[in-house]
DNA sequence: TATACACCACTCGAATGTCTATGGGAATAA
DNA sequence: TTATTCCCATAGACATTCGAGTGGTGTATA
């Protein structure tokens, strides 16, 4: 009771990792591995990328239709799931960042009301 | 199943009602309702303030030792509970914030990583 | 006076997403 | 052979949010 804990990144961005998915894949299909390790990368290690949370957000947006999967070899001749973006989920990643990015902006203007 | 919803705002900024609870108080004590009508207003309406979210997260952030409360009447001679920041959510929101600038960092390099 | 309404606090259950931990299989290097 | 990296996946615990509902009190208005 009455923990003391400061937020991990993805609990403070929760609902982000989707659109950090969608938007990797604009890059080309890439399995999960890869996503993780490009979202890690891209972000300098800011974002980190758990297992436990990358499949099921892959399952979800392929359930969802944002993406499609199909297995092949990976570059290291492992077999591997690679996700695709598909139309919908091109949309779907426009209105995503469309938010974030008002989000982003509404949060700045509380933040920046420091002292008037 | 296979659910088609696009998040809304706080379910996307999990985490950040405390932040910006917390910057709220910054400005000076106040009671839950006003806290909730300076957020949507600073915001310019694109953040909502949800009655359900926002009293757990006062009595969360009260449990955490980040604010102090007591009874007083409001600007209307209501009955109403007043919140107050303490050291240790002033020291809280300085951490808080560092992080939602680096996330916000982070996330707009993975954005900006269009076509390359 | 009655009554409608805005103000103010609070709680509950469902839904969602993340984390830690754990499992397995397959290719490659030592 | 053994260790290691790569790759997928799931289970249970946990935290937060949301929608909806409860209850009470000043104040204006009909």
Redesign the interface.
């Given at each position: 009771?009455?923990?003391?804990k400061?937020?991990s990144?993805q609990?403070?961005?929760?609902?982000?990792l989707?659109?950090?998915i969608l938007?990797?894949l604009?890059?080309g299909p890439a399995h999960g591995h890869t996503i993780a390790r490009v979202?890690e990368q891209?972000?300098?290690d800011?974002?980190q990328v758990e297992q436990g949370s990358l499949y099921p957000a892959l399952h979800r947006l392929a359930?969802?239709?944002w993406v499609s999967s199909y297995w092949g070899a990976s570059e290291n001749n492992r077999k591997a799931k690679y996700y695709k973006l598909t139309a919908k989920g091109r949309k779907?990643l426009l209105?995503?960042?469309s938010?974030?990015q008002?989000?982003?902006?509404?949060?700045g203007?509380?933040?920046a009301?420091?002292?008037?």
């Open positions: 009771m009455a923990k003391n400061t937020p990144s609990e403070m961005l929760q609902g982000t989707d659109m950090l938007q990797t604009i890059l979202i891209t972000s300098e800011v974002l359930d969802r239709g779907q209105a995503e960042t938010r974030w008002q989000m982003v902006e509404a949060i203007r509380v933040l009301r420091a002292a008037e």
